[in-house]
């Protein structure tokens, strides 16, 4: 994690940046450093019409110091400044974060910034978050970069006004967050060679028990005997033994119920049977972003100590195709006793979640329940990379989470569940199949119609994380890759809504 030290005096480093509201306003900050380096703030302003101070916006002033060495001045637009709100201060963080490394800089002073919107501290601690969020990299299979060609940035100076109170706010709620957001993307990022269900729980059980939290694993013969034959039946073409993993965090001093969230942790989709086509079938590493959100957001209630009780359950499972595969044809009753007609293997995640599903409600009387899920392709189609898919049987408990999405920037967006989509999932010879006909149509609506057979009327939400997962272009505060979706939505959640 990149070293935020909040200062009270500026140091006069040697790359530094400075904001610039859309008047290109200049701060006190910025009038002193104009006036050092000879005008070159206010003469760049005159002269580039490409910088506007429009949000977000950067441009690089390269001078030379009195001591004759380089000196950066880096300008960030902040638009109108009643526009902004905490996420947008965080994307500030984000394009600090992004000027760095398109410029190949390790650490930087960032000048102090007043907005009457904000405290100094609220300002410096949120955008020290989206910093932390932005320097993320991967570069454990790197041998052959030196240290200067990776990602890695050093230290960020953050100049306010109140430096104790901006690393208290910082350290106390929006660290633990950030950390737990790496966490999770590591694991996603990890391919399916290294992270598989053993493995992946042993590294969830010794990251969660660290910090006080239970975890329970279930292997193969505990949930046979639970009747989870719609999980096992997924990872039965697989060497690797299937898990279900449970954590526990109980931050409150009463027993009441717990909040729960339940995870797809499919650590490597072939599709099985119905293998699919080899194209970008790598991206299938990533078909377990939903259970590392589960695990991020514990980790994140556990580390800032929420006032919550929570429990996060997820179904570990590799899906591959092999003489003992499941066959497309297959029926299985699942731990509810529901009967499931697989139709497709690749359709296999609902068939993780009915059973983790279940399990969580019936074991734990949950306040209700929120899974997460790179659940089908469909919904990349309706929403893009931009929002989530949320599905319901709560209109309080989904308008929390769309509240807590526009607050979080993991924006959410309703789709229909409805009785006439059971139609489509109906089976010749079971309860239930498990694809939607005709093919391709609703697809993301009958997968969480098929869902909700499996929640007996517990409040749920189910959100179909398929297009916001992974990132193949990247935005600034989620580099290229794993964006560990989900962990600052559902924390938001609880923050606003079940601490109290
Ligand atoms: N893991 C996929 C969904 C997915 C697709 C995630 C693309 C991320 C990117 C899921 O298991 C799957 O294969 N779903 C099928 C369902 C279909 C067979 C009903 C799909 O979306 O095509
Ligand atoms: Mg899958
Ligand atoms: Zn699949």
New binding site residues.
């Given amino acids: 994690m990149i070293k935020i030290n909040f200062i009270e005096e500026a140091k006069n480093a040697s790359n530094i940046f400075v904001f610039v509201n859309s008047k290109k306003e200049l701060s006190n900050e910025a009038k002193l450093l104009d006036s050092k380096f000879d005008g070159i703030i206010s003469k760049a302003l005159g002269s580039f019409d490409n910088f506007s101070g429009k949000f977000a916006q950067a441009k690089q002033l390269t001078t030379v110091s009195k001591n004759n060495d380089i000196q950066i001045i880096n300008l960030i637009g902040t638009g109108q400044e009643d526009e902004l709100d905490e996420f947008k201060i965080q994307e500030l963080g984000g394009a600090i974060i992004s000027c760095l490394r398109a410029s190949r800089q390790k650490s930087a002073e960032v000048e102090n910034y007043k907005i009457s919107k904000f405290s100094s501290e609220e300002f410096a601690a949120n955008l020290a978050f989206g910093i932390s969020l932005g320097s993320y990299s991967f570069n454990k299979y790197h041998t052959a970069k030196k240290p200067e060609e990776l990602d890695v940035f050093e230290d960020i100076n953050i100049v306010t006004s109140n430096s104790k109170s901006a690393q208290e706010l910082f350290e106390s709620s929006l660290l633990p967050i950030a950390e737990s957001v790496f966490e999770a993307r590591d694991l996603i990022t990890e391919p399916g060679n290294v992270l598989y269900p053993e493995s992946y729980a042993d590294i969830i059980d010794e990251k969660l028990s660290a910090l006080g939290v239970e975890v329970d694993i279930l292997g193969e013969g505990e949930m046979r005997h639970l009747g989870m034959n719609a999980l096992l039946g997924v990872g039965q073409g697989s060497i690797r033994e299937s898990k279900l993993v449970v954590m526990r965090y109980y931050g409150r001093d009463d027993d009441s119920a717990p909040v729960a969230f339940v995870g797809k942790g499919?650590t490597f989709?072939t599709?099985g049977i119905?293998l699919?086509p080899s194209r970008s079938m790598g991206?299938?590493k990533?078909?377990m972003s939903g259970s590392a959100a589960v695990f991020g957001t514990i980790m994140t209630l556990a580390k800032r100590g929420a006032k919550v009780n929570a429990v996060g359950v997820v179904g570990l499972v590799e899906?591959m195709p092999g003489g003992n595969a499941q066959r497309p044809g297959d029926v299985v009753k699942s731990m509810s006793g529901q009967t499931i007609e697989i139709l497709?293997t690749?359709?296999?995640?609902r068939l993780v979640l009915a059973d983790a599903l279940w399990y969580t409600q019936e074991k734990f009387k949950p306040k209700f329940m929120v899974d997460l899920a790179?659940?089908?392709?469909?919904v990349?189609i309706a929403l893009g990379n931009v929002y989530a898919g949320l599905f319901s049987n709560n209109d309080n408990l989904s308008d929390e989470l769309t509240k807590a999405g526009k607050a979080s920037g993991e924006e959410l967006w309703r789709l229909p569940l409805h009785s006439n989509f059971d139609k489509m999932i109906k089976s010749d010879i079971a309860d239930v199949a498990?694809?939607?006909m005709p093919?391709?149509h609703a697809?993301s609506s009958?997968?969480a119609q098929f869902l909700q057979k499996f929640v007996n009327n517990v409040p749920w939400a189910h959100l179909d994380i398929?297009?916001v997962?992974?990132d193949s272009k990247g935005k600034s505060i989620s580099p290229k890759g794993a964006v560990g979706f989900g962990i600052r939505l559902l924390n938001k959640l609880v923050k606003d809504n079940y601490e109290s």
């Fill in positions: 499919v989709d599709g119905s699919k991206d299938m990533y078909d899906n497709d690749d359709a296999e995640g790179t659940l089908t392709g469909a990349s498990n694809l939607g093919q391709g697809s009958t997968a398929a297009g997962a992974f």
